[in-house]
């Protein structure tokens, strides 16, 4: 399990990749995944039909500038893969400055930030810079040049899985398409990294996603049987110094919303309601789809002004607010691979926990002790309708309380599953 | 469509005529109406069974006063109808103030004020009028007489259609069998009209009721068929300067309550419950009926002081305070217009919009337009279960906003109805 | 029926009574019950199974003391029957205070309060005292001495029957095992005493309980058909000065839930949740019955500091709290007795209640009597959805105007049953 550190280096690891919904800034990022985790590798080749949308051509980008009539580059691809509008088609060209504003893409609230900007599905060119640098520029001609190619190809996710006890599968799903971008989400698949090394013998079956926005969750959810997903987690912005936001899935009250909420409940933390934006939770809980997959973030999607600029770098995010949002995941996913649902045995009246040793045998004391308090709600709400969380939420006591109650009870022959 | 002084206008040309539960009161009041839009008048003759009621006989009043020993009268029926109870029956004696009195109404709290007053099923005849005007005369002996007749008859009432492209209907019903009161329901009765004028090829078929209260609405309940009612809305004291109040039907949550309190969200307003007392909704919410119909008033029935005295006169009303039950009337009907559910043809995962080019080609923006997020939400809460009014509510956004990604999605293919 | 201080009277004279879950001292106490209502009583022979429990060894004391070396009684059971561990089992024996001290229970935080203990099913041996008592004790041998007996006997417990017009029931459950406790349980007997007396040709057959806690209450289940109860009060705690405090029933909304609360609505009052802790609602709410039992108590069970110490004595209780909870309860049952659910049979718009002489004949005034609005109410909602308590609860009306409604709607024949 990565520590902290061990996650910010892998982000600083992946951070200069230039990633985009395919190409081998993707596999690369794959590469640096499959150092920590094994991975199970997909491509799937340009023009598949994948639901309504087509798996688009590859692109592929080995250098790009503006160099003005000294040859000095003004914008370099080299310094950030985000200076360059992804997808950009080639373009090898002398243009005036008043030519080329066109395709110049700037943040003039925070002249110092690059923004981030793609063009996936229209085929166009840009690039992208900082106020401050545009400005700067005077007029006159300038060389333009980005040497990228749009072929056919293939689409790339990598699937990494952890077998449980049973087939029923949980996901967890991050994407792996932003360029130079920490939080968004490098910090996200870190935490990711981390949080499938963690799990031992689990009870579900987990299975991490590594793969492109949209198009790479449409085309896994065209290829793939959805009927083994119980529930599941979109992870993205796990790094930055904001308190957890747990956004609900479509369905509102899922099991996973339920166990969200629970293992946040003692911590400043936020909870919004699902919305059809955001990550692929919108593929997720599309209506046909309408799994059980919440979203955990720190701050939200496009919540801070660093969002999608040049100021989501490696020192917006800590190792510590990483080693945070793994906690609350594990102590989440125990929660979830723990509920389940027993069956009182013996309905009628309490049955006699004191000659199974399970009782306290000196009676007339006012403190009942927590276990036996957790042991009489787990048999009084084990009708079949209550899961064990749902037992600790309508008790107020702990889940690991009730869960080990549940577990005595089942021992002594008392309940079952 | 009238505007709020030609509202005003109708209210002071009906204000004098001397309306009750029948009469030609009510044909004079439904010539009026008939003057800005066409009418079916129905005449139910006296006798006929409505449910567990009976059509009563037909009241006629001529003239009526009271008039001291020098025949002057100090009590005159020509001065304002609410001088005699409604459905007083003939009486021509001399008599002392005190044999008098006990035929005498007034309001002790309001001494200048004349009450309203009747007695429709219980034979009898009665004055009211201001307690100064009472407190003034002297004892002695005083002419009264009372011109009435009550004979078999009709019960009458209109009916204006505006046809919609369905069949399924919407009722706005008021009463017309109140004398000289200007907000109870005179006020009402313009609004109707003018609402009925601005109707243009709407997709329900609105029926307006003109009507007397109770016996009225219960004599139209027996004869029509009331499986084409789908909303309605009694509208009555809709001119006086409250804040506008909805009173919820029985259900409380009916689409049109549901419309209702959306329409008037955004301003200051009263949400009522339902309570079986009232206006009409006591009939159409009966509980062999329980329609979807709720009650639309400003200031609440018997919720002022003026109500149901001569203080509720013109000028308590105002043309502008009209034409606001207008405008949220007219929003609330476009909205129980449009509201319909659609079902997403694409649900598996989101269609690709930008191909259709109904999303932004430039991606990273964290801006995205209100548009393209009603086409989300729509998409994704296109499951049958959600009609666009909910949709709108649930995602924040207006319902024009919603109700024009519908139709832009539905364009392409992308939903159906 | 016992006034407060007739109920007090009682207390007093059960106070010394040696109490526990079998033996004479139950038996004395139905004694005493008895010299005031009718008992059944019945006996269930030790070894009897009873679901998982199994009827114990009756235990019986006659004497217990520890004295000094100058064979001065130290703690001596004459004093208080509260200064043996009940069950204990005989001992007779010579042992230093070392030797002792396991035996002896204290309650530090209170030293002059002597401890409430029990070991049912555990066989051992104690004394309860004050800790300055012990503190006190100087070191050397002390004779110890219990002169009880634990031998094949039986459980028992009385029950009182209050027939009504159905054999549907209603249960009052009482404690009857705590030995010297004045509010838990005595003051609880007492009211149910009281309250029995009170009650005169009921709708439902009430049946008051006077058992021990959990075993009997485990043993009554065993033995009597369940499904005749539907409604049930666990009563305990009724003499305190505290607010009463009513906790709900495992359905948490059954009828007796809102009877409850809509008796308590009006004073000042605690409502608590279902646990499954307490006294026998316990039983009565497992999951294999799940009956609507709920529990009303003054202060509530283990909530004040006398709580099962020599503390809770006759002057922790008072004669007025004892008359305001059987205030509550009379009233509780009177609201319970008389709820049903009516059929209106006019239910297309209003039924003319006027040619029925249940309207007033003077229209147009707004201050519509109590009375009417309540038959209205009730024929709006009289569906067979809503009963009485509902039909009050939504109207804002008081039960006792609904019923009245209800029962003179039913005289004019226009609702049914």
Redesign the interface.
């Known amino acids: 399990m990565l520590t902290g550190g061990e996650m910010h280096a892998l982000v600083e690891r992946m951070y200069p990749l230039c990633r985009s919904i395919t190409g081998d800034g993707v596999r690369a990022t794959l590469d640096a995944i499959g150092e920590h985790i094994p991975l199970d590798r997909h491509e799937v080749p340009t023009g598949t039909q994948v639901?309504?949308?087509t798996v688009p051509q590859e692109w592929n980008i080995r250098d790009a500038y503006i160099a003005d009539a000294d040859g000095k580059r003004v914008v370099d691809f080299r310094e950030s893969n985000l200076h360059v509008?992804?997808y950009s088609v080639p373009v090898a060209a002398t243009m005036t400055l008043a030519e080329l504003r066109p395709h110049l893409h700037t943040l003039p609230d925070h002249p110092s930030w690059v923004?981030?900007?793609?063009?996936?599905?229209?085929p166009?060119w840009g690039f992208c810079l900082a106020q401050e640098t545009l400005d700067a520029l005077p007029d006159g001609e300038y060389e333009v040049r980005i040497d990228s190619t749009l072929a056919d190809g293939h689409l790339s996710y990598g699937e990494h899985v952890v077998p449980g006890r049973v087939d029923d599968e949980v996901i967890v799903s991050c994407h792996v398409c932003h360029p130079s971008l920490a939080n968004d989400n490098l910090a996200g698949i870190a935490v990711a990294v981390s949080l499938a090394q963690a799990l031992e013998n689990p009870y579900y079956t987990y299975r991490f996603l590594f793969m492109p926005g949209?198009i790479g969750?449409?085309t896994w959810?065209?290829r793939n049987r959805v009927e083994r997903i119980r529930h599941g987690i979109v992870l993205a912005c796990a790094g930055d110094r904001g308190d957890l936001t747990y956004k609900r899935s479509?369905r509102g009250a899922a099991e996973i919303d339920r166990v969200l909420e629970h293992a946040l409940r003692d911590r400043p933390h936020r909870i919004a309601?699902f919305?059809?934006?955001g990550y692929d939770e919108?593929?997720f809980?599309?209506?046909?789809?309408?799994l059980g997959v919440g979203s955990l973030t720190r701050t939200p999607y496009?919540g801070y002004p660093e969002?999608?600029t040049s100021a989501d770098n490696p020192d917006f995010i800590s190792p510590s607010a990483m080693e945070d949002t793994l906690v609350v995941l594990r102590e989440a996913f125990a929660i979830l691979d723990r509920n389940r649902r027993y069956t009182?045995l013996?309905?009628?009246?309490?049955?006699?926990l004191?000659?199974r040793g399970l009782y306290d045998?000196?009676?007339?004391?006012?403190d009942?002790k927590q276990a036996q308090?957790a042991m009489?709600?787990v048999?009084?709400?084990?009708?079949g309708d209550h899961d064990l969380l749902g037992i600790a939420q309508?008790?107020g006591l702990g889940f690991e309380a009730v869960a080990a109650a549940a577990t005595a009870l089942h021992d002594a022959g008392l309940v079952k599953e």
Chains 1, 2, 3 share one sequence.
Not at 115 to 121: A, E, L, Q
Not at 285 to 290: A, I, K, L, Q
Not at 346 to 352: A, L, N, R
Request: overall charge positive; some cysteine.
């Open positions: 639901f309504d949308w509008v992804g923004p981030y900007r793609t063009s996936y599905y229209s166009t949209t969750a449409i959810l065209a479509r309601d919305s059809p934006y919108r593929q809980c599309s209506p046909g789809f309408n496009a969002y999608h009182n013996s309905p009628y009246g309490e049955p006699q004191g000659k045998s000196l009676g007339g004391r006012s009942a308090m009489l709600w048999l009084n709400l084990a009708d309508r008790s």
